[in-house]
Every structure is written in C-alpha cells, then in structure tokens.
C-alpha cells in the first residue's frame, strides 16, 4: 500500500506556469512506478506523463508535449509535475497514481488538485 498526496494546484492566466507535487508514503518508493493523470469536467481521466513501456525516459501526451515535464526527488519520496506555457483546455483536476512494477494498472491514486486556467 501506497499513499499519495498532490500539491501545487491552483489558478493560473494562460501562458503561466505551475509546478505540482505528489508525496507518497507507506512503502517503499522505488517499489512503485508512479505518473501522473487529469480529468476534465465530464470527460474521461487521461494519461498525462507516465513512464514509457519502451523503458528508456518518460512518455507524454501529445497535448502537453514540449510544455509539461515530469521529475522525481527520490531523498523526499516525491514526484513533480512542472507546467509551462498552460492553456484553458489544460484545466482539470490532476491525480498522481502508483502501480506496482509488476501491475499493468495504476492501483492507487492521490485525492487529486484542481488547476484551472483563465483564458
């Protein structure tokens, strides 16, 4: 079991900047592979930045490719999402989530951040 807490949400005027952070505890962090996910109002969660199955860096949408950057401090068991150059379609909620290395699905999920962007 795996504890996720997000952080760094809030309201932002396009073009500008947020970083979000995900905190996990319970286990150990190397243990899980963790990525980070969004959901729109009425529309289905999406893959935001998860590691790539090819194994070599991490994938991204194509919607936020180039803007969003994914990092991780393993001394303080968190993971960040850094977003630049943000559009109103990026508002959603935004959830990090943690799979076992052995899972194909992500189990475990935080409570999630909201993030609205003005236009």
């Known amino acids: 079991q795996v504890q996720l807490v997000e952080s760094g949400g809030g309201l932002v005027q396009a073009g500008g900047s947020l970083r979000l952070s995900c905190a996990a505890s319970g286990s150990t962090f190397n243990t899980y592979v963790l990525g980070w996910f969004r959901q729109a109002p009425g529309k289905e969660r999406e893959s935001v930045a998860v590691p790539s199955w090819s194994g070599g860096s991490w994938w991204y949408a194509d919607s936020v490719k180039g803007r969003f950057t994914i990092s991780r401090d393993n001394a303080k068991n968190t993971v960040y999402l850094q977003m630049s150059s943000l559009k109103p379609e990026d508002t959603a909620v935004y959830y990090c989530?943690?799979?076992?290395?052995?899972?194909?699905?992500?189990?475990?999920w935080g409570q999630g951040t909201q993030v609205t962007v003005s236009s």
């Open positions: 989530a943690a799979r076992r290395r052995i899972d194909k699905e992500y189990g475990y």
